[in-house]
């Protein structure tokens, strides 16, 4: 018999989420049975702390829940034969140490995923944040050689891999994102320009003069007073490609204006929200997409790795307050 542990919403977070919202709990877990159930017992190894979990466990889930989430798990014990003992999968099964799954709802690992590459990367640059980038730029901005994109929270997970894909596509690249040491990272990465909305004096100014003659992407991650001066410097005709709002996540009142309107109508600008999973039947498309990439060195991957399943609600509230350098991840 396994006992597994397991982080509940404890209480539903009302502005910046804190520890003590979170309850560390014990489940005990039935024994495989033989015959008949083909079951697996699997442990996670990596879990992600993503900033979606905030807005969806006000829509999804209740108190006492355990939190939403993604892991890397390997499978240690198994009824099944579609999945060998030490196999390692993708599985949405919340803050959870070990859990039961029938295999239904695991994806396995791409097959030609190199040995040497940290399978954390299943849930960042080669897994969802990943594939957000790619769908993103692809199929909502559409961007094009030559074009000018921007994009914020540009050192996170999906921030890091819109710049670089941006680039690979043959564009001019400005990021923005919140220290000093972000910054650096984002240049050693190759964007073109990139800044500290943080200590600029005025987010306006900045962004002119990364792109005197304006964007045509903007890959918006942070939403709020942010994207209202960005549309302003929106060339003729451009792309905004709404990804993300974090910058509104904690809020217990609605932010209000500037609006959008105006600049959108005289620049003729088109403004696209969308959820990833949009293209779930593309999947596989964009992982080999990513993993090509990722293996040939012209997408670079950063983690930010938190030690022990302990520390999940100090590397979630962290990855909110803005400390990773590129994919919060927890090992366990
Ligand atoms: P990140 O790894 O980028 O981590 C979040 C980052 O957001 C922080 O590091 C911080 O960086 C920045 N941030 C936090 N608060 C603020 C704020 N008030 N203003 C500006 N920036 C802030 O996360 P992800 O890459 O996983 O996600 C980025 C965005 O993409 C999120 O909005 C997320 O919800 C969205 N997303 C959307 C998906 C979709 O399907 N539409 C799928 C996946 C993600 P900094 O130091 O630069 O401030």
Known sequence: MVIAKAWALKKHFDGFPKTSDFDLKKIELPNL???????????????????????????????????IGTQVARVVESKNPAFTVGTFVVAGRGWRTHFISDGKDLQLLPSNWPESLPKSLALGTVGMPGLTAYFGLLEVCKMKPGETVLVNAAAGA??????????????????????????AYLKKIGFDEAFNYKTVKSLDEALRKASPDGYDCFFDNVGGEFASVAINQMKKYGRIAVCGAISQYNDSVP??????????????????????????????????????????????????????????????????????????????
């Not at 015959?35 to 999804?60: A, H, I, N, T």
């Not at 043959?170 to 923005?176: F, L, N, R, W």
């Not at 003729?268 to 964009?286: C, D, I, K, S, Y």
């Open 255 to 332: 932010q209000k204006g500037p609006y959008a309107q105006v600049p959108m109508i005289f620049k003729e600008l088109q403004m696209e929200g969308f959820l990833v999973t949009r293209w779930n039947n593309r999947r596989e498309e964009g992982l080999q997409a990513l993993l090509k990439w990722v293996v040939e060195g012209k997408v670079k991957c950063h983690e930010q790795v938190t030690e022990g399943f302990e520390n999940m609600p100090m590397a979630f509230i962290g990855m909110l307050k803005g400390e990773n350098v590129g994919k919060a991840v927890v090992k366990v």
């Open 33 to 67: 049975k033989d015959g008949g159930e083909q079951k697996l017992l699997l442990e996670s190894v990596f879990l992600s702390v993503d900033p979606y979990m905030r807005p969806y466990s006000r829509r999804d889930m209740k108190e006492g829940d355990i939190m």
């Open 158 to 183: 999906v921030g890091s891999v819109v710049g670089q894909l941006a680039k690979i596509g043959g564009c001019k690249v400005v990021g923005c994102a919140g220290s000093d040491d972000k910054v």
